[in-house]
Protein backbone atom coordinates (compact mmCIF):
# COMPACT_ATOMS: atom_id res chain seq x y z
CA UNK A 1 0.00 0.00 0.00
CA UNK A 2 0.91 3.59 -0.32
CA UNK A 3 0.29 4.70 2.96
CA UNK A 4 1.42 3.76 6.80
CA UNK A 5 0.59 0.57 8.29
CA UNK A 6 0.27 -0.59 11.84
CA UNK A 7 -0.55 -3.86 13.07
CA UNK A 8 -2.25 -5.00 14.81
CA UNK A 9 -4.75 -2.63 14.76
CA UNK A 10 -6.72 -3.30 18.57
CA UNK A 11 -3.97 -5.29 21.10
CA UNK A 12 -5.55 -6.21 24.79
CA UNK A 13 -3.23 -7.17 27.22
CA UNK A 14 -2.90 -8.45 30.72
CA UNK A 15 -1.19 -6.24 33.02
CA UNK A 16 2.15 -7.46 32.91
CA UNK A 17 2.51 -8.70 29.84
CA UNK A 18 4.76 -7.86 27.18
CA UNK A 19 3.38 -6.42 23.90
CA UNK A 20 5.05 -6.01 20.33
CA UNK A 21 3.33 -2.94 17.68
CA UNK A 22 4.58 -2.90 14.52
CA UNK A 23 4.81 0.11 12.00
CA UNK A 24 5.14 -0.12 7.96
CA UNK A 25 6.00 3.03 6.60
CA UNK A 26 6.01 4.66 3.38
CA UNK A 27 8.73 2.80 1.12
CA UNK A 28 11.79 5.48 0.94
CA UNK A 29 10.99 7.10 4.43
CA UNK A 30 13.79 8.05 6.15
CA UNK A 31 12.49 9.19 8.95
CA UNK A 32 10.56 7.41 11.44
CA UNK A 33 8.42 8.63 14.73
CA UNK A 34 5.96 7.05 17.60
CA UNK A 35 3.65 8.96 19.05
CA UNK A 36 1.38 8.07 22.09
CA UNK A 37 -2.07 9.64 21.97
CA UNK A 38 -4.54 9.48 25.01
CA UNK A 39 -8.00 9.62 25.16
CA UNK A 40 -9.41 12.93 24.20
CA UNK A 41 -5.77 14.62 23.53
CA UNK A 42 -3.59 14.93 21.01
CA UNK A 43 -0.56 12.52 19.84
CA UNK A 44 2.42 12.85 22.35
CA UNK A 45 6.06 12.24 21.07
CA UNK A 46 8.21 8.72 22.11
CA UNK A 47 11.19 8.12 20.28
CA UNK A 48 12.70 9.18 16.45
CA UNK A 49 14.69 6.73 13.78
CA UNK A 50 16.69 8.13 10.98
CA UNK A 51 17.25 5.19 9.21
CA UNK A 52 18.06 2.85 11.71
CA UNK A 53 19.41 5.23 13.91
CA UNK A 54 17.30 6.06 16.86
CA UNK A 55 17.88 9.79 17.56
CA UNK A 56 15.51 10.73 19.86
CA UNK A 57 14.11 8.50 22.60
CA UNK A 58 13.64 11.53 25.05
CA UNK A 59 9.89 10.67 25.14
CA UNK A 60 9.52 6.96 26.25
CA UNK A 61 7.67 6.76 29.75
CA UNK A 62 9.53 4.36 31.42
CA UNK A 63 12.54 1.91 30.54
CA UNK A 64 9.62 -0.75 30.18
CA UNK A 65 9.41 0.84 26.37
CA UNK A 66 11.60 0.03 23.72
CA UNK A 67 11.84 0.96 19.77
CA UNK A 68 13.86 -0.83 17.15
CA UNK A 69 14.24 -0.41 13.67
CA UNK A 70 17.03 -2.92 12.37
CA UNK A 71 17.48 -2.45 8.93
CA UNK A 72 15.71 1.03 8.50
CA UNK A 73 12.99 0.30 7.11
CA UNK A 74 9.84 -1.46 9.25
CA UNK A 75 9.96 -0.55 13.00
CA UNK A 76 8.41 -2.25 16.22
CA UNK A 77 7.65 -0.65 19.41
CA UNK A 78 7.78 -2.89 22.91
CA UNK A 79 6.43 -2.07 25.55
CA UNK A 80 7.29 -4.66 28.98
CA UNK A 81 5.71 -5.67 31.81
CA UNK A 82 2.34 -3.42 30.65
CA UNK A 83 0.44 -1.20 32.85
CA UNK A 84 -3.36 -0.32 32.94
CA UNK A 85 -1.61 3.69 32.31
CA UNK A 86 -0.04 2.50 28.84
CA UNK A 87 -3.29 2.07 27.53
CA UNK A 88 -3.62 4.38 24.76
CA UNK A 89 -3.42 4.47 21.05
CA UNK A 90 -0.06 3.88 19.67
CA UNK A 91 1.02 6.07 16.67
CA UNK A 92 3.34 5.24 14.33
CA UNK A 93 4.17 8.48 11.40
CA UNK A 94 7.00 8.19 8.57
CA UNK A 95 8.78 11.43 6.57
CA UNK A 96 11.24 11.23 3.86
CA UNK A 97 13.12 14.62 5.16
CA UNK A 98 16.40 14.07 7.13
CA UNK A 99 17.39 15.77 10.11
CA UNK A 100 19.07 17.97 8.16
CA UNK A 101 15.97 19.57 6.49
CA UNK A 102 14.07 22.85 7.53
CA UNK A 103 11.09 20.94 7.92
CA UNK A 104 9.22 17.33 8.14
CA UNK A 105 6.18 16.34 7.34
CA UNK A 106 4.81 13.26 8.83
CA UNK A 107 2.75 10.81 7.56
CA UNK A 108 0.57 9.23 10.22
CA UNK A 109 -0.82 5.02 9.98
CA UNK A 110 -4.05 4.00 11.54
CA UNK A 111 -2.45 3.47 14.98
CA UNK A 112 -2.24 0.78 17.12
CA UNK A 113 -5.12 0.95 19.94
CA UNK A 114 -3.47 -0.94 23.12
CA UNK A 115 -5.91 -1.93 25.90
CA UNK A 116 -4.15 -3.12 29.43
CA UNK A 117 -6.73 -4.64 31.81
CA UNK B 1 0.86 22.64 30.75
CA UNK B 2 0.11 22.47 26.69
CA UNK B 3 2.94 23.86 24.94
CA UNK B 4 0.41 24.44 21.90
CA UNK B 5 -2.67 25.80 23.83
CA UNK B 6 -5.88 25.12 20.93
CA UNK B 7 -8.84 26.83 21.67
CA UNK B 8 -11.83 26.26 21.36
CA UNK B 9 -11.36 22.53 22.56
CA UNK B 10 -15.62 21.20 21.45
CA UNK B 11 -17.31 23.58 18.62
CA UNK B 12 -20.65 22.24 17.37
CA UNK B 13 -22.17 24.33 14.60
CA UNK B 14 -24.63 24.17 11.71
CA UNK B 15 -23.79 23.28 8.09
CA UNK B 16 -23.06 26.48 6.41
CA UNK B 17 -21.61 28.44 9.83
CA UNK B 18 -17.82 30.10 9.64
CA UNK B 19 -15.59 29.04 11.97
CA UNK B 20 -12.40 29.83 13.42
CA UNK B 21 -9.74 27.74 15.33
CA UNK B 22 -6.41 29.04 17.19
CA UNK B 23 -3.55 27.50 17.92
CA UNK B 24 -1.28 29.43 20.45
CA UNK B 25 2.33 28.65 22.04
CA UNK B 26 4.53 31.40 23.72
CA UNK B 27 7.49 29.18 21.81
CA UNK B 28 8.97 29.74 18.21
CA UNK B 29 7.97 27.08 15.75
CA UNK B 30 10.33 26.54 12.87
CA UNK B 31 7.01 25.05 11.00
CA UNK B 32 3.83 24.09 12.25
CA UNK B 33 1.41 21.63 10.27
CA UNK B 34 -2.41 21.33 10.73
CA UNK B 35 -4.09 17.92 10.87
CA UNK B 36 -7.57 16.15 10.63
CA UNK B 37 -8.43 13.28 12.69
CA UNK B 38 -11.12 11.24 12.57
CA UNK B 39 -12.59 8.37 15.15
CA UNK B 40 -9.65 5.40 14.46
CA UNK B 41 -7.94 6.94 12.31
CA UNK B 42 -4.54 8.73 12.29
CA UNK B 43 -4.28 12.43 11.69
CA UNK B 44 -4.28 13.29 8.13
CA UNK B 45 -1.97 16.17 7.07
CA UNK B 46 -4.19 18.91 5.62
CA UNK B 47 -1.40 21.72 5.22
CA UNK B 48 2.03 23.24 6.39
CA UNK B 49 2.83 26.92 6.94
CA UNK B 50 6.94 27.52 7.38
CA UNK B 51 7.09 31.74 6.88
CA UNK B 52 5.90 33.77 9.06
CA UNK B 53 2.63 35.36 8.17
CA UNK B 54 2.01 33.03 5.79
CA UNK B 55 -1.36 31.94 4.76
CA UNK B 56 -2.69 28.95 2.93
CA UNK B 57 -6.22 27.95 1.38
CA UNK B 58 -7.22 25.04 0.63
CA UNK B 59 -10.91 25.16 -0.81
CA UNK B 60 -12.81 26.37 2.05
CA UNK B 61 -9.91 26.23 4.77
CA UNK B 62 -7.57 28.98 5.50
CA UNK B 63 -4.68 28.88 7.09
CA UNK B 64 -2.56 31.57 8.34
CA UNK B 65 0.62 31.51 10.38
CA UNK B 66 1.36 34.36 12.95
CA UNK B 67 4.36 37.22 12.15
CA UNK B 68 6.09 35.91 15.26
CA UNK B 69 5.88 32.08 13.87
CA UNK B 70 3.92 31.40 17.59
CA UNK B 71 0.66 30.91 16.27
CA UNK B 72 -1.57 29.60 14.01
CA UNK B 73 -5.68 29.73 12.68
CA UNK B 74 -7.51 27.67 11.20
CA UNK B 75 -10.83 29.76 9.57
CA UNK B 76 -13.66 26.85 7.63
CA UNK B 77 -15.82 29.17 5.71
CA UNK B 78 -19.28 27.45 4.86
CA UNK B 79 -18.78 24.36 6.93
CA UNK B 80 -19.96 21.03 5.98
CA UNK B 81 -20.64 17.41 7.62
CA UNK B 82 -17.87 16.50 6.23
CA UNK B 83 -15.54 18.51 8.38
CA UNK B 84 -16.58 16.99 11.27
CA UNK B 85 -13.64 15.85 12.94
CA UNK B 86 -10.67 16.71 15.36
CA UNK B 87 -8.63 19.25 14.41
CA UNK B 88 -4.42 19.14 15.40
CA UNK B 89 -2.09 21.86 15.18
CA UNK B 90 1.71 20.59 15.80
CA UNK B 91 4.42 22.43 15.30
CA UNK B 92 8.58 21.64 14.98
CA UNK B 93 9.99 23.50 17.69
CA UNK B 94 12.50 25.95 16.42
CA UNK B 95 14.93 26.32 19.80
CA UNK B 96 15.65 22.65 20.70
CA UNK B 97 15.87 21.60 16.92
CA UNK B 98 14.44 18.19 17.99
CA UNK B 99 12.00 16.50 14.69
CA UNK B 100 9.03 15.57 16.82
CA UNK B 101 6.01 17.28 16.31
CA UNK B 102 4.79 18.61 19.30
CA UNK B 103 0.91 18.72 19.60
CA UNK B 104 -1.60 21.31 20.51
CA UNK B 105 -4.67 18.74 22.46
CA UNK B 106 -6.87 19.61 19.66
CA UNK B 107 -10.60 21.02 18.60
CA UNK B 108 -13.11 18.90 18.13
CA UNK B 109 -15.44 20.23 15.34
CA UNK B 110 -18.85 18.79 14.73
CA UNK B 111 -20.54 20.21 11.88
CA UNK B 112 -24.89 19.69 12.21
CA UNK B 113 -26.41 19.33 8.68
Known amino acids: GAGVSQSPRYKVAKRGQDVALRCDPISGHVSLFWYQQALGQGPEFLTYFQNEAQLDKSGLPSDRFFAERPEGSVSTLKIQRTQQEDSAVYLC???????????????FGPGTRLTVL | TQLLEQSPQFLSIQEGENLTVYCNSSSVFSSLQWYRQEPGEGPVLLVTVVTGGEVKKLKRLTFQFGDARKDSSLHITAAQPGDTGLYLC?????????????FGSGTRLQVQP
Open chain 2, 90 to 102: AGERRDTGRRALT
Open chain 1, 93 to 107: ASSWRTSGSSYNEQF
